[in-house]
Each structure stands twice: as C-alpha cells, then as structure tokens.
C-alpha cells in the first residue's frame, strides 16, 4: 500500500489532462481524462468515448481500465481523474466499482481535490469475498 506522500500526483495529473484533449465527448462536450499509476511505476491513461446511443458511453475510467490490461496488468494504486478545463472529476458510481476491482480498497483516488480511498468512496462495495458467501 502506498501513502498520498508516495504517489506523483502532479504527473497523474499532467497526464489526466493531456487524455482529456483525446476524449470523444460530442453529445455531453464533458471531456473527461483518467490517470493512473500502476504498482509497477508506470502511468496509464483513459479517456471518455461516447455513442450516439447515449447509455452507451464510456466513462474515462472504463478506458484505463482497458489500457490497465492492454498494457501488461498490474493492480493500480492512484487514479487522477479531470474535465477538460483540468477540474477534478470525482468517479461516478460505475467506476468506483471498477476502480476497486482493479486497485483494491486501498487504491488512493484525487477526484475533487481530496485525496480519499476506494473504500471510502464506495463502502461495502461487491468484491470476491461477497461472491464466495454466495
Ligand atoms: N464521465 C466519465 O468519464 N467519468 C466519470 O467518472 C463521470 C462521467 C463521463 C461520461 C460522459 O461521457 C460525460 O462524462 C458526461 O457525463
């Protein structure tokens, strides 16, 4: 586990901006870009891709996901998420619940200037303990 310290929020930050100039925003204009860094070091990026059949967009968040699997694995450990104007986004209901698959309870999120945890944003969130009770 990592602490807020340890963890270069301003690269994160850099790169959530950069990802939102790639973002496909034309029904909502909200040009959303994640950032986040991998228990191995590296940075990946997503960004928010709609549809014309408008509950079919992708949050940013489902795009770093991908990117986290497209690019080797690992489990992140940080996620930055901004809008275009570089504001904080904090993730939606949705991506939490995919952050803590792929970070854990621990993975540290920035989404609107205050640094909190997973488990913070979504308590009691469905993970594989709760699949096994089943
Ligand atoms: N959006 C994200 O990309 N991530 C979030 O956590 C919140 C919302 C996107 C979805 C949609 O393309 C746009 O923001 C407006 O809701």
């Not at 901004?82 to 854990?104: F, I, K, M, N, T």
Request: with cysteine; glycine share 14%.
């Amino acid at each position: 586990m990592s602490t807020p310290s340890e963890i270069p929020w301003d690269d994160l930050r850099a790169a959530a901006v950069e990802a939102t100039t790639r973002a496909y925003a034309p029904y909502s204009n909200f040009h959303v870009g994640a950032a986040g860094l991998v228990d191995d070091g590296r940075i990946i990026t997503g960004c928010n891709v709609e549809n014309v059949s408008y509950g079919l967009g992708l949050c940013a968040e489902c795009g770093l996901v991908s990117a986290l699997h497209a690019t080797g694995g690992g489990r992140l450990v940080a996620v930055v998420t901004v809008s275009g104007s570089g504001a904080p986004v904090v993730p939606c209901g949705r991506c939490r619940q995919l952050l803590l698959e792929q970070g854990g309870p621990e993975c540290l999120v920035d989404g609107d200037g205050t640094i909190r945890t997973v488990a913070e944003l979504l308590p009691g969130g469905f993970d594989t303990d709760r699949l096994a009770e089943g």
